[in-house]
Nanobody, 123 residues
Framework: QVTLVESGGGLVQSGASLRLSCAASGRTVASAWFRQAPGKERQFVAAINWQTGSTVYDGSVKDRFFISRDYAEITMYLQMNDLKPEDTAVYYC???????????????????WGQGTQVTVSS
């Protein structure tokens, strides 16, 4: 069992930046950020492998969002720059034991989720 707690969401204007945090109770192979907009399915945003720090991104956020981790603190971050109204969603962190970042990118869903944090971007 892994407990995940997100923080850092808020209401910002278009073009602003936010940093989300996800504190975990234990390490797995990789963790990921997903987001869910109203009326839409939860979608992959980015993932990171804990040991190597290697990352993978959805194309819609590449070069604007940056995922990182503090290995010692077991905390994952999502730096979001140049936010757009279409980035508005509830952001969740997730993980699944023995599952890599690449696997979550290609469709494996996390077994454990945080409670989510709302990000709202106004135009």
């Amino acid at each position: 069992q892994v407990t995940l707690v997100e923080s850092g969401g808020g209401l910002v204007q278009s073009g602003a930046s936010l940093r989300l945090s996800c504190a975990a109770s234990g390490r797995t192979v990789a963790s990921a950020w997903f987001r869910q907009a109203p009326g839409k399915e939860r979608q992959f945003v980015a993932a990171i492998n804990w040991q190597t720090g290697s990352t993978v991104y959805d194309g819609s956020v590449k070069d604007r969002f940056f995922i990182s981790r503090d290995y010692a603190e077991i905390t994952m971050y999502l730096q979001m720059n140049d936010l757009k109204p279409e980035d508005t969603a509830v952001y969740y962190c997730g993980t699944k034991p023995f599952t890599t970042a690449q696997a979550m990118y290609t469709g494996t869903k996390p077994a454990y989720w945080g409670q989510g944090t709302q990000v709202t971007v106004s135009s």
